[in-house]
């Protein structure tokens, strides 16, 4: 299972951060006051460790929207990839799926190994470019589950109907963990008792 640890934030991809609501057991130095300041209550910070786990990133680059948002979406790339590379260092079984077609046109995916050679590929296939077209749907990501590993979903969209295929996708006795990048205007407002959410604001211009 996902193993928490509300220890000192070291920084780093290793670490994930969610934030949450303020109770009396939690520490002051947790608070997150520029959270707080938004919402109007109480905010602390909550951590993660990803150390010693067997991991399964699912990378969203599907940018459809009449607005493209390609910082965002970069900001996606920057996370998986970082992530990836930091976890296979430290050992950690990890695998990637990437809503972008492979050399045979099926969705591009490298189970979870603790090999380089999965490291390579992810490399060389988001190295190359790629137009819209050829990004599958999100939901082709969700067809390539892996059994007895954390999944990992990195997107930029988030409304309630993709928290529920979510939550869905993760399964009632799991947890998952969901990074959401966002420009400061349209911070999420999203809460899971099956997700860890994670929000990165992303500044632009």
């Given at each position: 299972g996902e193993k928490e640890s509300r220890r000192k934030y070291l920084g780093g991809p290793?670490?994930?951060?969610?934030?949450?609501?303020?109770?009396?057991?939690?520490?002051?130095?947790?608070?997150?006051?520029k959270a707080s300041a938004?919402?109007?209550?109480?905010?602390?910070?909550?951590?993660?460790?990803?150390e010693n786990?067997?991991?399964?990133?699912?990378?969203?680059?599907?940018?459809?929207?009449?607005?493209?948002?390609?910082?965002?979406?970069?900001?996606?790339?920057?996370?998986a990839a970082t992530l990836f590379q930091?976890?296979?260092?430290k050992g950690t079984e990890v695998g990637i799926c990437v809503n972008?077609?492979?050399?045979?046109?099926?969705i591009f995916c490298c189970k979870p190994s603790r090999t380089k050679a999965s490291q390579t590929m992810l490399e060389r296939r988001l190295a190359r470019?790629?137009?819209?077209?050829?990004?599958?749907?999100?939901?082709?990501?969700?067809?390539?589950?892996?059994?007895?590993?954390?999944p990992v979903i990195i997107s930029r969209h988030f409304s309630e109907q993709r928290k529920q295929q979510l939550e869905s996708f993760v399964g009632p006795k799991a947890k998952g963990i969901w990074v959401i990048?966002?420009?400061?205007?349209?911070?999420?407002?999203?809460?899971?008792d099956r997700l860890s959410i994670v929000t990165r604001e992303v500044d632009f211009g």
């Open positions: 290793l670490l994930f951060a969610s934030i949450r609501e303020y109770t009396m057991q939690d520490p002051m130095k947790t608070i997150n006051w938004r919402t109007g209550e109480l905010m602390v910070n909550t951590y993660a460790s990803l786990e067997r991991m399964m990133l699912y990378l969203d680059v599907e940018d459809r929207g009449i607005l493209k948002k390609e910082h965002l979406t970069e900001e996606c790339i920057s996370v930091k976890l296979l260092a972008l077609p492979n050399e045979e046109g099926k470019e790629w137009e819209e077209k050829d990004v599958l749907a999100f939901d082709k990501l969700l067809e390539c589950p892996f059994q007895n590993a954390i990048p966002y420009e400061r205007k349209e911070c999420p407002q999203v809460t899971s």
